[in-house]
Every structure is written in C-alpha cells, then in structure tokens.
C-alpha cells in the first residue's frame, strides 16, 4: 500500500497541523519509503492471532467514585496562554 | 577523585561518615559543568552553573544526593518542556511519582532537566529543540538518544545519577553509546504518571547510571504499585540490592540468531562476543535461541508507537499549556500552533499515526501491528520457558557521527532494531559497558529477563561488572 499527497494532506488535516508546500512535499515522500517498509508485516498471516493492545493481564481498572484533593482552579490554569477568570479562552466558536 | 566522578553509593558511604557534604557534591558537579557543558550541552538550559542551588530534600535513603531528570518528567514548579517548542516555559503544577518517590527519599532534584530528542521522538538527541547534545567519548558523535541529555550528563561527571525514558530504546541506546548502565524495567513496573505521554503501552522511566549498584538502589526507589497509573502493577518491589554480589553459576543464557546478522559492525560483533565468553568464564550456560519474528519488530513499533503518539499529542493544541500561534480562527489557532509548535520528527510522528489509525488504513496497519505484537510476545515467553536471560548487543552499531543520519528517518528507526522488542513483549532489559572498539567508542551489552525479574538482570549485569573494567574508564573530556 502506498500514500500519495492528497491523502498526507488530508490526514495532516485530521491531525490539526498546518503544512507548506515543500513539507508536504517532503514528507510524502518520506512517508511512502517507511510505509514501503512497513509494508513487510502483510507477508505474515495473523488471521487466527490475537491483536495485543498491551501487554499486562489488566482491563477496566476502576477506583471508587469519591471526592479528592486535586488542582486547584489557580494551579491548572497556571500555564494557560490566554484565560478569563476561572476558564481557558480561546479563539471565538460560535458568530 | 572529584566527588562529581563518584558514583551515589559511594558518594552515600562518604556522606554518612562525613567525608562529604550535600553541598560539596554541588559545588563539584557546577565546577564540572562550567567546564564541560559548553562542549557536551547535556542539559536542555545551561547558561551558567554560578546560580544553581538545590532544594534540600528531609531526610531518607538518599538524603544530600542530587538527581538529574529527563526533560519529560513532571517536576513541580521545574521547567519540564519535552525539549519542544509547543511545551517552552512550562511549569507542570505537580510532581510525576517518581519525583515524589525520590523526594520522600531525600534526594534533590537537579535543576536542570536533561537534553531530549522532542517528546522523545530520535535515536540521537538531534531532534531537541535546544540543539544536539554531544557524546562525551568523542564530542563528533551523538549520545544516542531520546535520553542522551541524561546519558552524556552521567559519562562526563555532570550528574551523579539520572532518569530517563524508554519506549523503544531510548534509556539503553544512549547508556550504551555513553559507555554508562541504563535500566529499562518491566512495563508496569514504574508509575508513568507525570511522564509525558509518547505511547502510553510501551513508555516506561529508568535509571541510567555509573554502575550496577546504584542502578539498583534507584529502581528500588522508584518502583512500585501507583494508584495514578492504572498500568502500574501491584506486585511487591523486592530490595534489588539484595541481588548483587550473587554468582551466576548455571544460569542460562540464551544468543538470538536473528540478532547476530547483516549490519551489525564487526567490532561491535566482536566485543560482544568477548562478553559472552566472560559470562560463559563466570559459569553461565549460553545456547542458541531464536527469536522468529525479530525482523517484523521495527514495522509493528514505528505502527504502533506513532498510533498512540498521535492521539497522545491532541492535547498539544495551544489551549491549556504552551505555546499558541496567534488566530482569530479556533482550527486554525490549532493548525497553526502544531505546524509552528512541532519539530519536523514529531509532525512525521503525529502524520504516520494519525493513518495509521485512520478509517481505511485502521485493519491493514494499526489492528496488523498488535497481532504481529502479539507473537512477538510469544516469541520471548517461548525462549523464556528454557532460558533465563537473552544476551544481545544493545546497538548493531557504535555512537555515529552527528548528521549523518539526521536526514533519513528510516535509518534513523533502524538504529533500535535490537531495543526495540524488548518495549512491545513489556519485559527488562539492561545495557551494561561492556567494551570499546578501536576509535575508544563504547559498546553496551544488552540482557533481557523475564517480567518482573529485574533482580535477575542486577546479578548477572553485577557479577559482570565486577569481573571487569570497563565500567570504571572515563571519557577524557
């Protein structure tokens, strides 16, 4: 399988980053040769495997709903680029 | 010696006798890095080692040592910015676990965070936005990486001890091509809260350090079940300690075929094979394993590792942390704060995974990836049935020079061809010095054990460190 611009482009898209022309450019075809590569793993038949999201016998750890001590309104927005009052602010959504 | 050139345990001894005190192993360790840190740049910010102090930690295990963290561990109040752009300035409002493990135990953490490929995407410590760190053993070369900054910081004395990451190598890559020892435990055996994200499946903190000993002593620290980490496991830490000093008589080592190939440097080859017969001499078994589907291993990993990593980084988007891209517009605020945010690795990164997860391409690469996962996995407990450890080399090649493979990133992914199985079957493995080759670069020697034994890894990597040199020969810097 192969990856041509139009569709680098539309998943850079998806993946909310802007790129130039000569980026694009560029990482098509880098993207290509590693997927050329990768390419490899459809010679194998995994037909009757199991996929293996991750490796510990874990699933569906839960803890008890309970109030607890975490940041405070102050501290999480410490860090915020631009915010108003107790809320992150962002480019207006809705006209 | 200089205190800066000791290692903890022994920097321990002499402050518990009174031979030393927390401020001369400062003072030390700045003398050291007015000196050297303009040719190694192991650290993401040095400017001048004049105004560094360190918080004094109550007392502990480790009280009076200073700590030098990788630049994606959440330390409270401490720049913590993934060597990225998008992070410049961030002050994570809370302390990753391990941070808080190490700070119960008294130890200091440095001030300065170690040099990183960004969000630990690289082989070399090329891709940081703060510019490359340079290989203490010839300054021409890269450290290896992501965790270089920390590797390079602990083999030029500019660290008595480190943290670094692991997702596919990148703890035992930089240990080996620095000439220090690198752990990466168990997946679940170490919190990962406060690590930032890179793949949250295969992602594990470790310690790189001037031997064995203080390997131990830190993983004992910095292990242990979190209830912040729902991966992390609930299993006791044993004191690794305890482990070191043992023989290793009749233990069975096994050699995978499939790593002994092509491109693998002749001297690399070499030495490694002179550690083997040093195992062999100490009383270890050794047999030839296989390991089938170690061809497969950099494909599933670059699928996989760049799968979680594009949906880790969403949160990257100009809103809560970081830098932000002026806009009126909200997609185009984001579009434009990732495409100047992002160094060219991460936006490959983020671009391959979001395919690889995207509707189409999802059944033939990502869900492809985790069943070829999956008999990698069973490749390891198949050997692991008869054998007690794998022995391999933990680079197919010494440091290279830096550049040289900067502009092909397929190459670059090559260099993690022997670490990188390790991360997707979720077990152990060490790099320990174990040679050098002519140009006086180190070679590291990787062993990987079944989960949850890193005790056994600490007993064979001690018995031998302590039948050899190498782990006591400086870089002349």
Same mark, same amino acid.
């Not at chain 2, 650290?43 to 560094?52: I, N, V």
């Not at chain 2, 302390?95 to 119960?104: G, H, R």
């Not at chain 2, 270890?284 to 699928?303: D, E, F, K, N």
């Not at chain 2, 060219?344 to 509707?359: P, V, W």
């Given at each position: 399988m192969s990856i041509d611009k139009e569709t680098v482009e539309y998943v850079a898209h998806l993946a909310r980053i802007e790129?130039?022309?000569e980026e694009l450019e560029k990482l098509s075809r880098q993207l290509h040769d590693i997927l050329g590569f990768i390419d490899k793993l459809s010679a194998l038949d995994v037909e009757q495997v199991k996929p293996a999201s991750h490796i510990l016998p874990i699933s569906n750890v839960l803890r008890e709903d309970e109030p607890h001590i975490c940041l405070t309104p102050d501290k999480a927005l410490e860090n915020a680029p631009s915010k108003s009052g107790n809320f992150f602010s962002v480019p207006k959504i809705i006209e | 010696m200089e205190l800066s050139q000791l290692t903890a345990h022994e920097l321990l001894d002499k402050l518990k006798n009174g031979q030393a005190a927390p401020k001369?192993? !400062?003072?030390?360790?700045?003398?050291?890095?007015?000196?050297?840190e303009p040719k190694v740049k192991a650290? =993401?910010?040095?400017? $001048?080692?004049?105004?560094?102090?360190?918080?004094?930690?109550?007392?502990?295990?480790?009280?009076?040592?200073?700590?030098?963290?990788?630049?994606?561990?959440?330390?409270?109040? !401490?720049?913590t910015e993934c060597c990225s752009k998008i992070l410049e300035n961030f002050r994570p409002p809370y302390? =990753?676990?391990?941070? $808080?493990?190490?700070?119960?135990?008294?130890?200091?953490?440095?001030?300065?965070?170690?040099?990183?490929?960004?969000?630990?995407?690289?082989?070399?410590?090329?891709n940081s936005y703060f510019g490359p760190t340079h290989n203490p053993w010839n300054l021409e070369c890269v450290p290896g990486g992501s965790s270089g900054g920390s590797a390079a910081a602990v083999a030029s004395d500019e660290a008595i001890w480190a943290l670094g990451s692991d997702t596919g190598g990148s703890i035992r890559q930089p240990a080996s091509f620095c000439g220090v020892v690198g752990l990466k435990p168990t997946y679940g055996r170490v919190s990962r809260f406060g690590l930032i994200a890179f793949a949250s499946s295969l992602d594990q903190i470790g310690p790189i350090t001037k031997d064995v000993e203080d390997a131990a002593i830190l993983t004992r620290v910095i292990s242990g079940y979190d209830p912040n980490d729902s991966t992390s496991v609930n299993q006791d830490v044993p004191d690794y300690v305890e482990s070191l000093g043992k023989d290793i008589k009749g233990l069975k080592i096994g050699i995978p075929k499939e790593y002994f190939i092509e491109g693998m440097d002749a001297q690399v080859k070499s030495v490694i094979e002179e550690a083997i017969n040093k195992l062999k001499s100490?009383?270890?078994?050794?047999?030839?394993?296989?390991?089938?589907?170690?061809?497969?291993?950099?494909?599933?990993?670059?699928?996989?590792?760049?799968?979680?990593?594009?949906?880790?980084?969403?949160?990257?988007?100009g809103v809560q942390y970081g830098y932000r891209a002026k806009s009126d517009s909200l997609i185009e605020m984001y579009k434009k704060t990732r495409a100047e945010g992002f160094g060219?690795?991460?936006?490959?990164?983020?671009?391959?995974?979001?395919?690889?997860?995207?509707?189409g391409y999802y059944d033939a690469y990502y869900l492809r990836a985790l069943k070829v996962r999956t008999l990698i996995k069973n490749d390891f407990d198949a050997v692991f049935k008869d054998f007690d450890f794998i022995v391999a080399p933990t680079s197919p090649t010494p440091a290279f020079k830096i550049g040289e493979r900067a502009q092909d990133p397929l190459k670059m992914y090559l260099s993690d061809i022997y670490t990188i199985s390790v991360n997707l079957a979720g077990i152990p493995a060490i790099s320990i010095p174990c040679g050098f080759t002519k140009d006086g670069l180190p070679v590291g020697l990787q062993v990987m054990a079944r989960p949850f034994n890193e005790e056994m890894l600490f007993r064979l990597a001690h018995a031998f460190e302590q039948n050899t040199e190498w782990h006591k020969i400086k870089p002349r810097l």
């Open positions: 790129l130039k022309p | 001369g192993i !400062l003072d030390s360790l700045c003398a050291r890095m007015q000196g050297l650290y =993401a910010r040095f400017k $001048s080692a004049d105004k560094l102090s360190l918080n004094a930690q109550a007392g502990g295990l480790l009280a009076g040592l200073p700590i030098t963290i990788k630049d994606n561990i959440c330390t409270e109040g !401490l720049n302390d =990753a676990t391990v941070i $808080s493990k190490l700070k119960s135990a008294g130890c200091s953490i440095f001030p300065l965070k170690a040099n990183m490929d960004e969000f630990a995407f690289g082989s070399s410590t090329e100490l009383g270890a078994v050794s047999g030839q394993v296989s390991l089938p589907h170690t061809q497969y291993a950099v494909p599933v990993y670059y699928i996989i590792a760049t799968a979680e990593a594009s949906s880790n980084l969403a949160r990257f988007d060219e690795e991460a936006k490959r990164r983020i671009i391959l995974g979001t395919f690889a997860l995207s509707h």
